[in-house]
């Protein structure tokens, strides 16, 4: 069963603590993306990836970095946490070669900021 | 800017009514898809529709595609409990791999 991994379904972390949410999937997808889901707001482009070591800025990256080191694997990185970061992470992976195009969707990191 | 409008926002029903969720955009996509988002998980892609006045089904739910590929709309029959969810649309602008995502609706159907 292919699938979008995200390492954890439920994270608190400290104001100004460096966080990294990792993202793997296992279907050879070349695309990448990270979100934020919030109430009233929808879903919320941060970064995304086409390709191994490539990055673009989605709509918010604002306090946010990514890292593609390799194809499998998509890395957030909230350099110092603050409260307005809390919210759910939702990665995505999609490939440009399906005839069919659509995300698959990691289960989301619900991430709060105390 | 490319958006996605959906309609209503918000649908409270019982077990056994019919619904359809609408999705409507000025721009035009070169496929769109349909995705449900349950409490606590990531969405999940129901459909795919990539030609203008394109229909599918899938048991109780019937997708379309406008004739235009500017909109799209969601029809369930006879909805049950286990509909109930956040039900996302998402265009895919030609050339471009980022999809455009729907501003959502939340259904509820009660027992």
């Known amino acids: 069963d292919v699938k979008v991994t995200q390492s954890s379904r439920y994270l608190v972390k400290r104001t100004g603590e460096k966080v990294f949410l990792e993202c793997v999937q296992d279907?050879?997808?070349?695309?990448m993306f990270w979100y934020r889901q919030d109430p009233g707001l929808g879903l919320r482009l941060i970064y995304f990836?086409?390709?191994?070591?490539?990055?673009e800025k989605g709509d918010i990256p604002e306090g946010y970095s990514v890292s593609r080191e390799k194809k499998e694997r998509f890395s957030l990185i909230l350099e110092s946490a603050s409260t307005n970061q809390t919210s759910m992470y939702l990665c995505?992976?999609?490939?440009?070669?399906?005839?069919?195009?659509?995300?698959?969707f990691g289960s989301g990191t619900r991430l709060t900021v105390v | 800017t490319q958006l996605l409008e959906q309609s209503p926002q918000f649908l409270s029903i019982q077990e056994g009514e019919n619904l359809t969720v609408y999705c409507n955009s000025s721009?035009?996509?070169?496929?769109l898809q349909w995705y449900r988002q349950e409490p606590g998980e990531g969405p999940v892609l129901l459909v795919t529709?990539?030609?203008?006045?394109e229909v599918k089904k899938l048991k109780r739910l019937t997708f379309q595609f406008g004739d235009a590929r500017k909109d799209s709309s969601l029809h369930i029959t006879a909805a049950q409990p286990g509909d109930t969810g956040l039900y996302l649309c998402?265009?895919?602008?030609?050339?471009?791999?980022?999809?455009?995502f729907g501003t959502g609706t939340r259904l509820l159907v009660s027992p």
């Open positions: 529709v990539v030609t203008g006045g």
């Open positions: 998402a265009g895919k602008p030609t050339g471009f791999q980022k999809l455009v």
């Open positions: 721009s035009v996509f070169s496929s």
């Open positions: 990836s086409y390709d191994v070591k490539m990055k």
């Open positions: 279907m050879d997808h070349e695309n």
């Open positions: 995505a992976s999609s490939s440009t070669r399906a005839s069919n195009y659509g995300y698959t």
